[in-house]
Each structure stands twice: as structure tokens, then as C-alpha cells.
């Protein structure tokens, strides 16, 4: 049985806070910390963005040399990213002034800045800001966490479920933001290349979710993979690529249920967090950037799964068809041109396209191809001169 609360509710454990610390201008909140009370597995998705933001390489680093994580640090406002050296010194800064407070190692902390790109980090405001950041750690402190990691989102992205496993009540819950700039695909990191396939991924989005389960690492890899692959890596808003962006999980075992390996508990497990990584998929997708469609591009009758997706992806890319869910054109040849710029095997006699009424604010757009039993799911939202306005002005 699995309860779900549209809110965050943070498991067993953990304890966050949120503040400004003088990044922003609008004075929003713009520094958040997730905390874990014991030591804490990691599981990590990141981008593959050659320009790869400095809180990336120096989680990739991290993830390497720590088997245990204690906290995730988070700002919002700039990026730190295209800083060349002085943005891994002001991310390992960030790092090194948490780990002093918290008495841990380095290595046991994780970092992410999300804003603009290319703008030194003003690592001073956030140094001096993180005492008091530790000092309000509380269970309560989720609520203003959730609201420091967001940019042009207009609302927190918040979702948790409680499940039995083994005779023990365990909770997810996942915090996300995101609004422009996204199409995730993401990549494992280091510590998951055991399950992970290798192949390029790209992203433009932040994910935290937090778990009280007791897991192994490589049933927490496994678990994340399945639930990304579903999920962050079948929604777009705009097909851009980001240098940031990731998705980043926490497991305490806080909740002292059986050890979840490869066995029915497992399964229970996963469960509950795709479910958690695809609502938190979708908020995203419904808070696009000047978005006033919610559109489902379903892909079946595929080959594989792949072809499916990239399919899938090559319509919810497409501005022209975007443009036309816009301005409720049912100029459906769109979708046609797209399938066949895709790359896969398809042909125009087998080719099968239904979509429903546009005047609806949720869209529902499938394809068939004929050519074997796969399908896929991707969300997206149409284009506006709301996203124009936003991304024009947006600095």
C-alpha cells in the first residue's frame, strides 16, 4: 500500500533549511541544505554537457572517494558554471566552509547552484550565510528549502510517498525545480557504472530526493536508473541543454526495514520512486516556462524502447508542432515530419497518428509505427510568446 501527499515530508533522519544569503536580487531565498542525521548513500544522475557546471565535477569527485554523504548544498541565482578555474575554487569553498560546521568530511558533501551561467559565484555571501544555515536545520525546514533552489519556477515542485516494506514504514520524497531549459537525459555518475549503460546524456534541471529505506548500493543505483530512464529522461519543455543539472538521492536507512536487495522488497521500492521521479517529471513539464498546454506524446508499436523515446522526443521538440498545439492548429502533418527526421525505422504507409481535441489543456498525441511491441512516453508543453518574453528578458 503506498500513501502519496502532494507536499514534501521528509523522511527519518533528515533535516533542511532555506535562506537568503544575497545572491538574488529580488531578495528571494537562494540557499538551501538537505541534511542527513546518520551517514547516507548516494545515488547520482548528472549532465553531459562538455561545459560541465564546477558543482558537477565536483560531485563527480566526491562520489568517487566517499562511500557515505551527509548533506546537499544548494543555490540558486547563479550557476557557477563557464567560471574555468575560480568556479571549482568558489564550489570547493562552499564545500569545504559546510564541512567545517557540520564536522565532516569534504567528501561527504554534494553541492548544485542552478541561475545564470557565465556570473562568478559570490562565494563571501554564501560562506558567511551557512552558519546560520546549519543553525536552522529542523524538520520544518523543508518549506523554505524547497523554495531556495528555484529560478523561474512559479511554483516548488514537492512529492512523497509512504510504503511497508519488510514491516516498516518508508518514505520518499522528492523536491525538484525547473521551468526553462529542459530536456533531461541524464547520466550516471561514477558510482553507478556498474548498472548504468554508457552512452551520452544531457540535462538542464535539479532533483533531490531523499529516502529513509535501508538499501544496498547497488539495489539504490539500480532503482534510480529505472526510475530516470522513465521519467526526467522522457520530458522536454525546449530541447536546450544545460550545464548544471541533476538529480541526486540521499538513503539514510534511517527506517530500519529489512535490507532491500534484489528481492520483492525491491520491487516495492521501486515502485514507490518512479512514481515520485515521474510526478516530479510532470510538475516540471506543467510549470514550462509561458506554457498553457500539458501535452503527452505517446509512441508505440516501436522496435525498442529507444526508438520509441526518440521518436517520442523528436515531435515534443518540434516548434512547429509546438506552435501549432499553441494556436490549436491541427496541422497534424507536423508530427508526420518530425517521426521521419527522427532517424528510426519507420514507413509513411504504416505511419498512424491521433491526437485529441486542442482546445484542452491537457493534449493526448499517439503514433503508431508498426514495427514491433515498444513504446514510449514523453511529456512536453507548447510554445508560446510567454517563453519568448521570459527567456528574452531573463539575465
Known amino acids: 500500500m503506498m500513501k502519496i501527499y502532494k507536499k514534501a515530508i521528509l523522511p527519518l533522519g533528515f533535516t533542511a533549511n532555506g535562506l537568503y544569503c544575497g545572491i538574488k536580487k529580488s531578495k528571494k531565498l537562494d540557499l538551501g541544505l538537505f541534511y542527513s542525521q546518520t551517514p547516507a548513500l548516494a545515488a547520482c544522475f548528472f549532465t553531459s554537457n562538455a561545459f560541465a557546471a564546477a558543482p558537477v ?41 559546510l564541512a567545517e560546521i557540520l564536522r565532516v568530511r569534504k567528501e561527504n558533501v554534494l553541492v548544485a547552484s542552478t541561475g545564470v551561467i557565465g556570473r562568478p559565484l559570490p562565494v563571501a555571501k554564501i560562506k558567511q550565510a551557512i552558519p546560520y544555515l546549519v543553525k536552522g ?60 549503460p554508457e552512452r551520452s546524456r544531457e540535462a538542464t534541471m535539479l532533483c533531490f530526493i531523499l529516502t529513509d529505506a535501508r538499501i544496498t548500493q547497488r539495489a539504490l543505483n539500480l532503482a534510480l ?61 506543467k510549470d514550462a516556462e509561458g506554457a498553457t498546454k500539458f501535452i503527452r506524446v505517446r509512441v508505440m508499436q516501436a522496435k525498442d524502447f529507444e526508438q520509441a523515446r526518440k521518436a517520442a522526443l523528436n515531435i515534443a521538440n518540434s516548434n512547429l508542432f509546438k506552435c501549432a498545439i499553441y494556436g490549436e492548429n491541427p496541422n497534424f502533418g507536423r508530427i508526420a515530419a518530425a517521426v521521419g527526421a527522427s532517424g528510426i525505422d519507420v514507413s509513411e504507409k504504416d505511419l498512424k497518428i491521433k491526437v485529441s481535441p486542442l482546445q484542452q489543456k491537457e493534449i493526448k498525441v499517439e503514433v503508431w509505427l508498426k514495427r514491433g511491441n515498444a513504446s514510449a512516453t514523453v511529456y512536453t508543453s507548447d510554445l508560446t510568446p510567454e517563453y519568448i518574453k521570459i527567456n528574452a528578458d531573463y539575465n
Do not use: W, Y
Not at 141 to 152: M, R, S, V, Y
Not at 170 to 187: D, Q, R, S, Y
Not at 249 to 264: R, S, T
Open 225 to 285: 536508473l529505472q526510475s530516470v530512464e522513465n521519467s526526467f529522461n522522457c520530458i522536454t519543455v525546449d530541447g536546450c541543454m544545460s550545464t548544471n543539472d541533476s538529480v541526486m538521492m540521499l538513503a539514510n536507512g534511517a527506517a530500519a526495514n529489512k535490507l532491500i536487495d534484489g528481492d520483492k522488497n525491491l520491487a516495492l521500492f521501486l515502485r514507490a520512486l518512479q512514481f515520485v521521479c515521474l510526478e516530479s517529471a510532470k510538475l516540471i513539464v
Open 57 to 97: 565535477r565536483i560531485n563527480q569527485e566526491h562520489l568517487k572517494h566517499a562511500r557515505v554523504f551527509k548533506a546537499i548544498i544548494v543555490n540558486s541565482g547563479n550557476a557557477n558554471a563557464f567560471n574555468k578555474n575560480s568556479g571549482l575554487s568558489a564550489a570547493r569553498e562552499t564545500v569545504h566552509s
Open 137 to 196: 536545520l529542523s524538520r520544518g525546514g523543508i518549506d523554505k528549502a524547497k523554495l531556495a533552489i528555484l529560478t523561474t519556477d512559479t511554483f516548488p515542485k514537492e512529492i512523497s510517498v509512504k510504503c511497508d516494506i519488510g514491516g516498516q514504514t518508508v518514505t520518499i520524497c522528492g523536491i525538484a525545480k525547473g521551468a526553462g531549459m529542459i530536456a533531461p537525459n541524464l547520466a550516471c555518475s561514477e558510482r553507478s557504472r556498474g548498472v548504468c
